[in-house]
């Protein structure tokens, strides 16, 4: 088990830049398969990006790919969202989570360790 906490949400107008972090702590962080979620208001929680556990493989939902990218250091047992060219519709918390795995998985039920999630609202 591992332990998450995300970091770097804000308020920002569309078109600007955020960069989310995943501060892990616990044991073993580089067997855990990471991704990122978001979740809007009235919405359900949905897959935005993951990674496996080199950080040698990346997914992307369609809706950001091309604008994020995300990255691992599993010598600093972080992950990162660098998200560029923001969108309104981006606007949701934002939650990072852990799998044991060798590959990247895009369902919530997949994973079993979640940060407390990180605000990222985009305005016009």
């Known amino acids: 088990q591992v332990q998450l906490v995300e970091s770097g949400g804000g308020s920002v107008q569309a078109g600007d830049s955020l960069r989310l972090s995943c501060a892990a702590s616990?044991?073993?962080?580089?067997?855990?398969?990471m991704g990122w979620f978001r979740q809007a208001p009235g919405k359900e929680r949905e897959f935005v990006a993951g990674?496996?556990?080199?950080?040698?493989?990346?997914t992307y939902a369609d809706s950001v790919k091309g604008r994020f990218t995300l990255s691992r250091d599993n010598a600093k047992n972080t992950v990162y969202l660098q998200m560029n060219s923001l969108k309104p519709e981006d606007t949701a918390v934002y939650y990072c989570?852990?799998?044991?795995?060798?590959?990247?998985?895009?369902?919530?039920?997949?994973?079993?360790?979640w940060g407390q999630g990180t605000q990222v609202t985009v305005s016009t």
């Open positions: 989570a852990g799998r044991i795995g060798n590959f990247v998985k895009i369902s919530i039920n997949d994973y079993d360790n």
């Open positions: 616990g044991r073993s962080f580089s067997s855990y398969t």
């Open positions: 990674i496996s556990r080199s950080g040698t493989s990346t």
